[in-house]
């Protein structure tokens, strides 16, 4: 990967005190909901939302990629049901062409991932598909790397908040599956690709990666919900930021 993190960017905004946009994927509904093909939830629209940040829902499968991505700054993947959706074909192609566009020279494109999100960003860039057992449910601490409190994400926060996503239960867990740290570290495009910013225990006890971060693009990654959180704000803030 050669093109820097400090190449220059198109803009999408045409005007000085536009709202910037992010695109959300819609999620395919499994064959048990009758109606509709796709969804997104609206914790995740609330969370840019309510930051002036306007939300443009990108369908699973569109057929207008090129189109969509000069529309906006960003793109945000949801959660969704790990087994289900990695076999639609259709929603991995839609998300790899956003991945190849955003990579782009001369383009500074931020994408994030959160939960299933989160995982389908690492099987997309590092071709890793064999996600193991790890049941996260309810508030937990993280342990951030040293990789962690260098990077772009955790470099933006306070000490104090660093704390408290340390010290107390402070993200919120909705999984079923994860990588461990062996696992990520065993995959050469995984590693080359992005660092590790955290990692956190499962309700069984074992350890997995909470969070990653490109090297040297904008595309980021955590296996819990900080749209459900009022104490996320730092989450958002610099995603905006980067936007």
Same mark, same amino acid.
């Given at each position: 990967m050669t093109h820097r993190l400090m190449a220059t960017a198109r803009h999408r905004t045409?005007?000085?005190?536009?709202?910037?946009?992010?695109?959300?994927?819609?999620?395919?509904?499994?064959? /048990?909901?009758?109606?509709? @093909?796709?969804?997104?939830?609206?914790?995740?629209?609330? %969370?840019?939302?309510?930051? +002036?940040?306007? =939300?443009?829902?990108?369908?699973?499968?569109t057929k207008h990629h090129h189109q969509l991505f000069h529309m906006i700054n960003g793109l945000f993947i949801p959660g969704g049901e790990t087994q289900y959706i990695m076999?639609?074909?259709?929603?991995?192609?839609?998300?790899? /062409?956003?991945?190849?566009? @955003?990579?782009?020279?001369?383009?500074?494109?931020?994408? %994030?991932?959160?939960?299933? +999100?989160?995982? =389908?960003v690492m099987a997309i860039i590092g071709g890793f598909t064999k996600f193991k057992r790890f049941n996260g449910h309810g508030l937990t601490p993280i342990k951030i790397t040293p990789e962690g409190k260098k990077s772009r994400l955790f470099g933006s926060f306070s000490k104090k908040y660093i704390h408290y996503l340390e010290n107390?239960?402070?993200?919120?867990?909705?999984?079923?599956?994860?990588?461990?740290?062996?696992?990520?570290l065993s995959q050469l495009h995984l590693k080359r690709f992005f660092n590790i910013l955290a990692t956190s225990i499962s309700d069984d006890g074992k350890e997995y990666v909470a969070a990653i971060e490109g090297k040297y693009y904008p595309i980021y990654g955590v296996q819990w919900h900080p749209e459900r959180q009022s104490s996320s704000k730092p989450f958002i803030d610099f995603f905006i930021s980067e936007l």
């Open positions: 045409c005007k000085k005190n536009r709202s910037y946009t992010i695109g959300i994927i819609t999620i395919p509904h499994s064959l /048990k909901i009758k109606y509709g @093909s796709s969804h997104i939830m609206k914790s995740y629209v609330d %969370w840019f939302e309510r930051r +002036g940040i306007h =939300v443009i829902p990108i369908p699973y499968d076999k639609i074909n259709t929603f991995i192609d839609t998300i790899s /062409k956003f991945v190849e566009l @955003s990579l782009q020279k001369n383009e500074y494109f931020p994408i %994030w991932g959160t939960c299933f +999100g989160f995982e =389908v107390h239960n402070s993200t919120l867990e909705n999984h079923e599956y994860g990588i461990s740290t062996i696992d990520f």
